[in-house]
């Protein structure tokens, strides 16, 4: 167990639908960061945020939107839903805004039909 | 464009045998990092290698990196049937001056047997 927790474990839902992801960090990380898992594009890099603020970001569609909260809790925001968007999502949690190590979460399934 | 490679991408091995598995990088980076994953789970976090001629060990795994070849190597020792899982590396992309984010292989599928 990481540490890292993440909700839903599994969501199945329509093409045009919007769900929400959540991530909460490791207790003490500062910095989250979203990966997509799928069979035609493995792992990717989505987006990280850092204390609250965007830090990088990478191969995120213009549908997918993410916030990091005060709390430090982090939200994933997907709409406009296609097939193709089935995928694994998961969250990572560090230390820093950039770190040696990245502690990853159990993960979202979400199923778009 | 940083680019990461691994080979083979599929292995299947006797219990009891060596092999070295290979992860190539396009473009400079000092810092690499090997996961393990499970079917249907989340990335554990093996090693992390942050300089050249780093080498690792945990168990019957050993990994190593050179950064001047670009390459991280992932031995293992003496495989035994838990070691099946899919092993990634990844590669920092944070020294090109780009976005602070980890670029992964496709994962090499291990699966050793009795």
């Known amino acids: 167990d990481s540490g890292v927790t993440q909700t839903p474990k599994h969501l199945i839902t329509a093409t045009g639908q919007r769900v929400t992801l959540r991530c909460s960090p490791r207790?003490?990380?500062?910095?989250v960061y979203w990966y997509q898992q799928s069979l035609d594009q493995g792992l990717q890099f989505l987006i990280q945020?850092?204390?609250?603020?965007?830090?990088a970001k990478g191969n995120i569609l213009e549908r997918f939107s993410a916030q990091q909260f005060p709390d430090l809790h982090s939200e994933l925001n997907l709409s406009s839903l296609e097939l193709g968007d089935s995928a694994l999502y998961f969250c990572?949690?560090?230390?820093?805004?950039?770190?040696?190590?990245?502690?990853f979460g159990p993960g979202t399934r979400l199923t778009v039909t | 464009e940083l680019k990461v490679e691994q080979n083979p991408l599929f292995l299947s091995m006797q219990e009891g045998k060596n092999y070295t598995i290979y992860c190539n990088y396009s473009?400079?980076?000092?810092?690499l990092y090997w996961y393990r994953q499970d079917p249907g789970k989340s990335l554990e976090s093996l090693f992390v290698?942050?300089?050249?001629?780093a080498v690792k060990q945990e168990g019957r795994l050993m990994a190593s990196l050179d950064t001047k070849a670009r390459l991280s190597t992932l031995h293992i020792t003496a495989a035994v049937h838990d070691l099946s899982a899919t092993y990634f590396c990844?590669?920092?992309?944070?020294?090109?001056?780009?976005?602070?984010?980890?670029?992964f292989g496709k994962g090499m599928k291990l699966t050793v047997n009795p």
């Open positions: 990572a949690s560090s230390v820093r805004d950039y770190s040696y190590e990245q502690y």
């Open positions: 207790s003490g990380d500062l910095s």
């Open positions: 945020y850092y204390n609250g603020e965007e830090r």
């Open positions: 473009t400079t980076s000092d810092r």
């Open positions: 290698l942050l300089s050249n001629g």
């Open positions: 990844a590669v920092d992309n944070r020294t090109q001056g780009g976005s602070e984010k980890l670029v």
